[in-house]
């Protein structure tokens, strides 16, 4: 069945950097652009990124511009986010997310922690 | 970025109780709003898209309403099940935006 499975989190400094991997399978990745929300401890929802189905449109959100980078590997049925500069205002759940309407598809999340 | 302005922020209620939550967007954004709902550490869960159709699997007691700035989700009677927090999105522009939450909490 279709599945996201987020990796890579864990505990980081302040000013560190940190890679988030996103599996897909159950479907192809490239026929589906995808996005990354986060979740803060106890907070609500935030969407972080945006990347189109080839990787050619990219959005962010303004509190991760210029430290976060979003790409794809179409080929590996992966996605992907480079988290640069972190800060303690990073530390969050990160899921990847297949926002279409019915076929919207979440991962499980992965915990982000950015402290000394 | 469009706001979205949800409410109430909680709600308590009982189960067998009717429920309506709000989502209002700060410019019009067609029917470009979901609703979904989160467990304590679990995923959000897909209710409702384009505003009122019901994502495959939802209890038909979940329903959704609303064009343009002002939309509505209803429970029409409360489960157990349904003790939970509920968002907003809208998914008519970058950057997406959710709404702030809505916690219902059993009476």
């Known amino acids: 069945q279709v599945q996201l499975v987020e990796s890579g989190g864990g505990l980081v400094k302040p000013g560190g950097s940190l890679r988030l991997s996103c599996a897909a399978s159950g479907f192809t990745l490239s026929d589906y652009y995808m996005s990354w929300i986060r979740q803060a401890p106890g907070k609500g929802l935030e969407w972080v990124s945006y990347?189109?189905?080839?990787?050619?449109?990219?959005y962010y959100a303004d509190s991760v511009k210029g430290r976060f980078t979003v790409s794809r590997d179409n080929a590996k049925n992966s996605l992907y986010l480079q988290m640069d500069s972190l800060r303690a205002e990073d530390t969050a759940v990160y899921y990847c997310?297949?926002?279409?309407?019915?076929?919207?598809?979440w991962g499980q999340g992965t915990l982000v922690t950015v402290s000394s | 970025a469009i706001q979205m302005t949800q409410s109430p922020s909680s709600l308590s209620a009982s189960v067998g109780d009717r429920v309506t939550i709000t989502c209002r967007a700060r410019q019009g954004i067609g029917n470009w709003l979901a609703w979904y709902q989160q467990k304590p550490g679990k995923a959000p869960k897909l209710l409702i898209y384009?505003?009122?159709t019901l994502q495959s699997g939802v209890p038909s007691r979940f329903s959704g309403s609303g064009s343009g700035t002002d939309f509505t989700l209803i429970i029409s009677s409360l489960q157990p099940e349904d003790f939970a927090t509920y968002y907003c999105?809208?998914?008519?522009?970058?950057?997406?935006?959710f709404g702030q939450g809505t916690k219902l909490e059993i009476k």
């Open positions: 384009a505003a009122s």
């Open positions: 999105l809208q998914d008519y522009n970058y950057p997406y935006t």
């Open positions: 997310a297949r926002l279409i309407g019915w076929g919207t598809c």
């Open positions: 990347i189109s189905s080839r990787g050619d449109t990219i």
